[in-house]
Structure formats: C-alpha cells, structure tokens
C-alpha cells in the first residue's frame, strides 16, 4: 500500500476504512433493541447489560480499562438513556449514510438522550453535535495515550 497510512494498517484494505463512510446498520438501534427486550421484557439488568455493551467488548478488543470502563484515568464514554422512554423508530430518526433499519415503525421503551465521546457531548436528543471527523481511530489492543 501507498501513502502515510503505511505504518498503522497490516492488512490489505484497511487504509481505505477512513475514507468509507458508511457507518455500521444496527450500531443506532442495538440499545433501544437491548432496553425493550432484554430489560424491559426478560429481565436483563441495567448493571449486566452495561458490561454486554461496554466493558465486554472493550477487554475483547484489548481496549479495557481506558474504555468499557467508568473510572479515573478511563475515558469519559457515556451514554445516557431514559429507561422509561417510549418511542417508535422513524426513519428520519435513522442517524447512518444508508437510513435502512428492519426496525422502521417499531415501538421501544428506552431511548438514548445524549452520548458523551471523551467527556465531550455528540449526540443530545435526536440531534448529532459532533463535526465529521472528531472520531478516534483505535485499532484493537492499541489505545492512544
């Protein structure tokens, strides 16, 4: 491969990952999913179903504890849910370059109300507040300092 990203991608390919932009159908509706479903319906708790969604595949990726973690010296991730909330996916709800959810229509209990990336807000209530390109590229046991 060509270019400056020689040094940080191994595999044929991934030096084209920035430049796609097609984001990842399900990532915007997998905690509605969750909430309504395990919580709600079957009894998963708030406590298991953080470490499912968090810590979990932060120590997976070999991320833990700077993420999947609320501690000193962690980042500042955070997403902050109403439990309560109910709530039908509209399309116009779809946050993503392709807006195709099989969830379309779909009533939840539990909506998403703000998400913070490194303690700085990107996300408050249906709006995305973060700018193109203010995410962090972190390769899987590889945490910046």
């Given at each position: 491969?060509?270019g400056?990203?020689?040094?940080?991608y191994?595999?044929?390919?991934?030096?084209?990952?920035?430049?796609n932009?097609?984001?990842?159908?399900?990532?915007?509706?997998?905690?509605?999913?969750?909430?309504?479903?395990?919580?709600?319906?079957?009894?998963?708790?708030?406590?298991?179903?953080?470490?499912?969604?968090s810590?979990?595949?932060?120590?997976?990726?070999?991320?833990?504890?700077?993420?999947?973690?609320?501690q000193?010296?962690?980042?500042?991730?955070?997403?902050?849910?109403?439990?309560?909330?109910?709530?039908?996916?509209?399309?116009?709800?779809?946050?993503?370059?392709?807006?195709?959810?099989?969830?379309?229509?779909r009533?939840?209990?539990?909506?998403?109300?703000?998400?913070?990336?490194?303690?700085?807000?990107?996300?408050?209530?249906?709006?995305?507040?973060?700018?193109?390109?203010?995410?962090?590229?972190?390769?899987?046991?590889?945490?910046?300092?």
């Amino acid at each position: 491969m060509g270019g400056s990203c020689d040094s940080h991608y191994s595999h044929k390919g991934w030096a084209e990952v920035p430049r796609n932009k097609g984001g990842i159908s399900g990532v915007q509706t997998t905690l509605p999913v969750l909430l309504t479903e395990g919580v709600h319906r079957r009894g998963l708790s708030l406590p298991r179903l953080v470490t499912l969604t968090s810590a979990n595949p932060a120590r997976r990726f070999g991320l833990y504890p700077r993420k999947g973690a609320l501690q000193p010296g962690s980042d500042a991730d955070l997403t902050l849910v109403d439990v309560h909330r109910e709530w039908v996916l509209g399309e116009a709800d779809l946050h993503t370059r392709w807006p195709l959810s099989p969830f379309v229509g779909r009533a939840f209990q539990g909506r998403v109300v703000a998400t913070l990336v490194r303690g700085r807000p990107v996300y408050r209530e249906g709006e995305v507040l973060a700018s193109a390109g203010s995410g962090q590229l972190l390769l899987a046991g590889t945490v910046p300092a």
